[in-house]
């Protein structure tokens, strides 16, 4: 198994190798494992790097991008670039992506990480949209396709090109392809169960249509982030106080994930088509909890395309 020395090792040398200064997108980096990740990618690049960062706190994602190392060769002043966006709905979606074409050349690297923990009953968006979905899911599908172009020009230019989404792969469960918006018989774990599934569809689907390009569903591990501190839920921050003492050493901080988060990405960005990768960068393929087919992944496209369509439209 790979160390994380190893995993470092393989870091430095992906990133030392690159001939140009990269682009890297960070949808949900103002904490947790988006925020170490952003760190870790500017350390490795040494400030020399295009950063973006997508989330609601602006002043967390401002601070991040003001302790980031400065660039340590001379030339054109990389992009540090912070915008504010409530993924959960789709129009603040489209605005961001509105903002990043026209700020960007290129991008190399697009680190979907948005998400929470509760275990409230079903809630739905303005837009009509289930709350964990319209985060998890549905959110990372349009930051996706409306990027693609993007990391296609990066591609084209001989330049790595790669797309993770951060979940739980290898913890899915069953999907119904007669209600794929979650209305019957919701419950927390159910939502998650479909969150995880529908990631592993959406990244095989977009890489059945740019089957150049690299899409990675990564599972991070049980990792020691806010994500339970800030959870509405008393119970989950219980759960998380249990799992983050009495358990810390079967936990990892965010900043060794994002070593392994970074290695998975190295090792796969000259590569193609999807992966469902564990917290150690081992391709699990369709052999663990695998809930997806053919019909299901052609089915959960169309819901989604529709969908989406719908949400722009809802009068809120």
């Not at 020399?48 to 400065?70: Q, Y």
């Not at 837009?127 to 993007?150: D, H, K, N, Q």
């Not at 979940?167 to 159910?190: Q, R, T």
Request: glycine share 10%.
């Amino acid at each position: 198994m790979t160390t994380l020395l190893q995993a470092k090792a393989s870091n430095n040398a992906h990133f030392s190798s690159l001939s140009s200064a990269p682009v890297a997108v960070f949808v949900g980096g103002t904490s947790g494992i988006g925020e170490t990740m952003v760190y870790a990618f500017a350390k490795y690049t040494q400030g020399n790097a295009n950063i973006v960062i997508i989330g609601r706190n602006k002043e967390a994602g401002e601070r991040i991008l003001s302790e980031l190392p400065k660039p340590s060769s001379e030339g054109e002043e990389p992009i540090r670039l912070f915008i504010q966006c409530d993924v959960s709905l789709m129009r603040n979606v489209q605005s961001a992506v509105q903002q990043l074409t026209s700020s960007l050349s290129k991008i190399n690297y697009l680190i979907l990480s948005t998400g929470f923990l509760d275990i409230s009953d079903r809630k739905e968006t303005k837009e009509g949209l289930e709350l964990r979905l319209a985060v998890i899911y549905y959110s990372r599908w349009l930051f996706t396709r409306e990027l693609i172009g993007l990391i296609e020009k990066a591609k084209e230019s001989g330049e790595g090109g790669t797309v993770m989404s951060i979940g739980a792969p290898g913890f899915g469960g069953e999907i119904d392809p007669n209600d794929w918006e979650l209305k019957k018989n919701y419950s927390s774990m159910k939502g998650m169960g479909a969150s995880s599934t529908y990631n592993d569809l959406m990244v095989e689907a977009f890489a059945d249509r740019h089957p150049n390009i690299p899409f990675i569903h990564a599972h991070p591990g049980y990792v020691r982030t806010p994500i339970f501190h800030n959870s509405p839920s008393y119970l989950v921050k219980l759960t998380g106080f249990v799992i983050f003492t009495i358990g810390r050493l079967f936990t990892i901080s965010s900043e060794e994930c994002a070593e392994w988060m970074w290695s998975i990405v190295a090792t796969v960005n000259d590569g193609r088509g999807s992966y469902r990768m564990d917290p150690h960068g081992k391709d699990m393929g369709k052999t663990t909890k695998y809930f997806g087919d053919e019909e299901k992944r052609k089915g959960l496209w169309e819901h989604t395309e529709a969908t989406i369509e719908r949400s722009l439209k809802a009068q809120i």
